[in-house]
């Protein structure tokens, strides 16, 4: 089949903090992204807000580069997918694979391949796509170099389809520090820079091992929506790559829908992305992506096609979700007053209906209330995202506790199952095997590298790992790091403890009083400041025993005109535990919802009145 010579369509993919988009940056950069005059941006293709709170890639975007070096025969456009790294976000991963031909796995010199790195690995290998190991921070002064090689290629040959070619373990390895924009084809030593101070043999290796686009000469119009993004000026614009023919701006084309209909409609616009811009192009041949406007509601996976001869191309698939939660208007005594513009039932089934247009990796499904919905997600840090920005957007939410996702096989109740990879100090291995152990774990390896640090592998359910990080993080004293993957599914391990502490729930409503959070704090541990406007049925703090206790928190002292020889003693408040919105969602328990508006999140329980909390606890019993 002929071939594209003078394009490459490339992803990197990377465990989460490995590297990925600082590489980009450096690709970016030595290749002449910037004007002489514009500011060089750090990780510039995180561009949303919570991209660059949280340091993490959230969706997959598309970037391209002009390479005019060595291997180049005068110059050839390199697309780049940047792509997340947390395995929450792996609908993103899978999307962008359906956009290229190969892909970079990028893995950290010292942490070495990571449950993410094991999941885009496999991804790519069922594909059946070329690979390019690049080694990123050679320069760590903990580095391994030759050691994380040796377990990549344990990583492969553990992955790699028996109907894979023998080539596939033959790939280039590619030794780089993306943050000092240096690569080299040559092993340094253990905590030095590359002896190249540039990137090209990554870009030589890029053009030797990444085949180019082929296509078919005879075949009509075909190009897939991979994508989806927005313009103040043309509305919707789909991302699409050209499969088969040629797209061109004004065209004709049959628009072939995920339910089966055909619609012929135009293309109003065709943008081609140079750089970090789109720029107004006229047409767009195989291999290429591009953005296209004139079809207001077309969604991801589907095709566009020649209108004469439409040929629909296969939807783009995603793995099952695992983790669920109730996602419904604000109910409490305080909706409305906190600078929620958007708190009707229209308005959020509206937004998540519009959520499910560009993230494939969600589902939303109906519940016995009019007013909430099941939302469905690869793991909780994706759902906690997706209310995050909803909270920013102006809505007011209740969000009910995680829930995971089980199903049927072969008459048995299955529930989903995390592989879990910790790294932590030694001292705290008794700790967290402990700690995984209630939570139905099981140890399926350990390494101990012999730098005081040791790495364990579980398999955990993963209603297990809902509250586990922040218990994990207190009590290996905030050393330890965890990462979690999804790995399948396995029958019902039977119930499973919380957690061991109760609530401090408010019995009234009213502000809360420093006199009566100073004699509660030895109950527990406080969640709000003096000041703070409660209502009954609100948590205000996590009780030291394992029972709920409803205490009353805006209680004042009484006052007397009877003088004291001794002065009062005022104790002082210890500051109150402030909980994040991910925080707060794995504190939860069953009967216990988070209260989410533009200002503020609150714990509160699913029944606010006591009383009625009493009668349910009895009938359940």
Known sequence: MPTRSDLRNVAI????DHGKTTLVDAMLQQQGAYAEHEEVTERVMDSGDLEREKGITILAKNTAVRYQGPGSDGGVTINIIDTPGHADFGGEVERGLSMVDAVVLLVDASEGPLPQTRFVLRKALSAKMPVILVVNKVDRPDARIAEVVNETYD???DLLPEDADDDALDFPVVYASAKAGRASLEQPADGGLPDNDNLIPLFQTIMEHV???????DAPLQAHVTNLDSSPFLGRLALVRVKNGVLKKGQQVAWMKRDGSVERVKVTELLIT???????????????IVAIAGMSDIMIGETLADPDNPIALPLITVDEPAISMTIGTNTSPLAGREKGTKVTARLVKDRLDNELI?????????TDRPDAWEVQGRGELALAILVEQ?????????????????K???????????RLTIDTPEEYLGTVTQLLAVRKGRMEQMINHGTGWVRMEFLVPSRGLIGFRTEFLTDTRGTGIAHHVFEGYEPWHGEISTRPSGSLVADRAGAASSYAMTSLQERGTLFIDPGTEVYEGMIVGENSRDDDMDVNITKEKKQTNVRSSTADNFEKLIPPKKLSLEQSL???????????????????????????RARAARKRG
């Open 13 to 16: 993919v990377a465990h989460v």
């Open 155 to 157: 990583l492969f040959m």
């Open 211 to 217: 085949p180019a686009p082929e296509y078919d000469a």
């Open 274 to 288: 140079e750089a970090l811009e789109r720029k107004p192009g006229e047409q767009a041949g195989p291999g290429d």
């Open 358 to 366: 560009g993230n494939v990796s969600i589902r939303v499904l109906p």
């Open 390 to 406: 909803m909270r920013r957007e102006g809505y007011e939410l209740t969000v009910g506790k995680p829930q995971v996702v089980t």
């Open 408 to 418: 049927q096989i072969d008459g048995k109740l299955h529930e989903p199952v995390e």
């Open 586 to 612: 794995e504190f939860c328990r069953e009967d216990e919802c988070v209260e989410i508006t533009p200002s503020a999140v609150r714990i509160r329980k699913v029944i606010l009145d006591s009383g009625e």
